[in-house]
């Protein structure tokens, strides 16, 4: 590793059920990053882009097309596929070849376009990214498989129903001041409670939304930061692990190994521990999946994330807040761009950027992504500078 | 970048219309090339897959199920595409992170299953890699956009069909000689220019077949290849490029910039010039493009390349033998293990593993992939150790 690697601009489209075609979300995302930066597209020497169906709007081989549609076709591009960690492995990637020297300045574009195909062929489409001969293929979807890790989460700990409510309530309520998000609306224990079940325990308001959105950044060495002159972002910790694809495989269903994994590296080479970190912007695409990470990444003991969520310790001004951008519940998850929004949520808080939903005295900011069921996962440690 | 970096060892399926799912393809591969490279995957840092249409056969996020296949569960993954250069791209970020001293040794795997779907469904599919708002929605598909490009290059050098002829004719004699190959079956011009019109002035056996398949390498600094003590080849060169997406937006259609940037790039990396090339792989998915191709690398002057098909200047036992695997052209054409497989054949060429097939006293080798109509390209250089 030769270069500090830093995030000099972020972009974003809301995150929704939106109308644009999946080239127009990437574009308007780049710009937003590019203008941030200050910079112009020929300052940008590869382009990056993590996406998974982009055959649901039946373009593939994206970067070529963002690339020419701004103004720089003969710069390299690729896409990157993790599933639902997508953004977070594309991030990994370009500060990867950004820190060993071989650009200094590249786009990163998370994308994705969903919600035209309808709830029931997106959930399909989805369960392709689970180990289908053993998944998928025999009818357990995501909501299916996150709701036996949520059963046995809350057997094991003797947690509630409604400490998985508390985490949709906190989300929502950091959502409500993030103009970009796709569910913008308070709710109650009883809301959740009492909303249809999807598959038990989990209902409704514990699950995240498919959503449309895209997401994009502009990483680059220090030194050129430094000399376009605006306000940046350092990277200071990176690591990715896995875990064994099938959640049948696994030892304990109540943990995540790749989080761990890639938690533990991020913070080793970030030189911090958990108790450093100021807010972190985590992997929450059912309510439960928040309380384990937060476990997972050190910040509360196993079986305790719950009650950490009920008591508000997680809020935007407790002592640890957990997605102020208001989460992949509340934010919205389209799943290509997700773990480069979480990106962009920590540019605009270490840039001043965040309006009414900053953290307070914030200095180091963790992003964590996973895929599928937490098969791969990817974290990221930020400073401000 | 502080690491010499080898391949160590590869493996592959045969290419061709298979009956096994896309994992058990990919495991195949993967466990010839680790076979190949005497090592363990307990060796393996990271799996780098490189797959387009995972969604044909119910398996995205594909890396996590592999690895967890190969007894790696905790070892990271993710999918590389671009298009029908998805393979060579991936090659370029693995090397780039062995390279940048990220890991020691990873896996890279290239793979597509799409036969089952059947051609219509198949070129449909294919059409999505195109700038398809401009090309695939309206109706144009590779086929045809080769054809444009065939009939642009045929009036502007006065080059004739059966200069395209010569291209498959040569491939095809290769392919007779690689037991892995798709279609081996020698064929006469009489049979190219009789074959059925796909689109003119393309005919079926001007175009590749669509194939399943998958090709793996182990990618290793060159400290760690020699601990090892198996045969090695070191990779010396490496170039990325892009061409506008859409064929329309180019200014000649006759050459492929993507080719070119990445070309120079990796030559001026490896410290030769075309003259220093001993053979070629190169991505011949249609003949015209072979001739295109060999023009663009450096090897002859534009207008030219059908003349040294005819003059069989590019046979095997030629000046500057291309495509002695068959090419994509009768190896076969499995768009996410294409930019692996042409690995897969500079190693065996290098480490005696070619029989027949083999090239006299090669000891620099290229290899050239390209996505879609060349909207993006990669360029690899070879040395024999």
């Known amino acids: 590793m030769v270069n500090n690697v830093c995030v000099l601009g972020a972009g974003s489209t809301k995150y929704g059920k939106l109308s644009q075609s999946i080239i127009e979300l990437g574009l308007d995302a780049a710009k937003g990053a590019i203008d941030s930066a200050g910079i ?3 300052d940008i020497q590869a382009g990056y882009i993590s996406n998974v169906f982009g055959v649901a709007d039946k373009q593939v081989h994206m970067a070529p097309v963002l690339m020419s549609n701004l103004g720089i076709p003969h710069v390299p591009g690729l896409t990157i596929e993790s599933a639902c960690g997508s953004g977070s492995v594309m991030f990994r990637e370009a500060y990867a070849n950004v820190a060993a020297g071989f650009y200094d300045c590249v786009l990163g574009v998370g994308v994705e376009k969903v919600t035209h195909t309808g709830t029931t062929l997106s959930t399909t489409l989805f369960s392709y990214c689970s180990d289908f001969f053993y998944e998928g293929g025999n009818g357990a979807s995501f909501p299916g498989l996150f709701a036996s890790i949520a ?12 400490d998985l409510a508390y985490v949709a309530i906190k989300n929502h309520e950091n959502g409500l001041l993030n103009p970009k998000a796709h569910i913008r609306k308070s709710i109650t224990v009883d809301d959740v409670l009492n909303s249809p079940v999807v598959a038990s325990p989990l209902k409704v308001y514990d699950c995240c939304p498919f959503s449309d959105g895209a997401s994009a950044v502009i990483l680059c060495t220090e030194e050129f930061a430094k000399k376009i002159g605006n306000d940046y972002v350092r990277v200071i910790g990176s690591g990715r692990g896995g875990s064994p694809a099938a959640v049948q495989s696994r030892e304990d269903i109540t943990t995540i190994p790749s989080t761990i994994i890639a938690a533990n590296q991020a913070y080793k080479m970030a030189g911090v521990t958990p108790k450093d970190i100021d807010f972190a912007e985590v992997h929450d695409c059912f309510t439960i999946a928040e309380i384990i990470d ?4 050190g910040f509360f003991k196993k079986g305790t994330g719950g009650v950490a969520a009920r008591e508000g310790i997680t809020k935007r001004t407790g002592e640890i807040p957990i997605n102020p951008s208001g989460g992949l519940k509340s934010k919205g998850h389209p799943i290509g761009a997700t773990g480069i929004g979480q990106v962009v949520e920590v540019y605009e808080q270490f840039t001043g950027k965040a309006g009414e939903r900053s953290v307070k005295d914030a200095e180091i900011a963790l992003t964590h992504n996973f895929g599928a069921t937490g098969a791969s996962a990817a974290v990221h440690v930020f400073q401000k500078v």
């Open 294 to 297: 937060i476990e997972d990444l």
């Open 151 to 162: 059963r046995a989460y809350l057997n094991k700990y003797k947690a509630t129903e409604e």
């Open 40 to 42: 112009t597209p020929k």
